[in-house]
């Protein structure tokens, strides 16, 4: 069977737009709920960030890394009890499973904002950048919340790539 050079051409290029189609299908698909960052005196040092990661895609991410403007360093850490005693250790990712949920809660998993440059005051908000292997930089608007009053707000994300910009409790993408 003979093909003239456009017939193959546009073989390959429909072959392509199926794999490529393929791959979409496959992709993490991430949105950040419910976040929120605990009010804390410049003089505390620190101060904690809580989320949940939504992956409603169909293959898994990681988050690597956070940054932030009123941080020093943002780290991810984990917090684990080992015979009676409690500790924070830091973490290089958390994984987001396909179809699955990490939520970052006080006392577990979260974000700590190591040596604020300033207070983090309740009704104010914290800009904060997420890293994710496969979804890239989502940039997020924080509010700094108490914790009974964060329990009541049902802020919503999704991800995207660090040019999307929230309004305070919520990224569309």
Known sequence: MKFKVSQLALIAVAAMGLTLAGCEKKAPKIQVVDFRANP??????????YLTLDNQGKADDQLVGATSPVAEVV????????????????VESFNVPAGGKVELTPGGKHLMLIGLKSALADGQSVDLNLTFKTSGQVSLSVPVKA???????????????ASSEAAPEQLAH
């Open 40 to 49: 804390a005196a410049v003089e505390a040092g620190n101060g904690a960030v």
């Open 75 to 90: 780290e991810l850490h984990e917090t684990t009890i080992t015979d009676g005693v409690m500790s924070m250790n830091k």
């Open 147 to 161: 914790a009974e009053m964060a329990a009541m707000d049902h802020a919503a994300a999704p991800a995207s790539d």
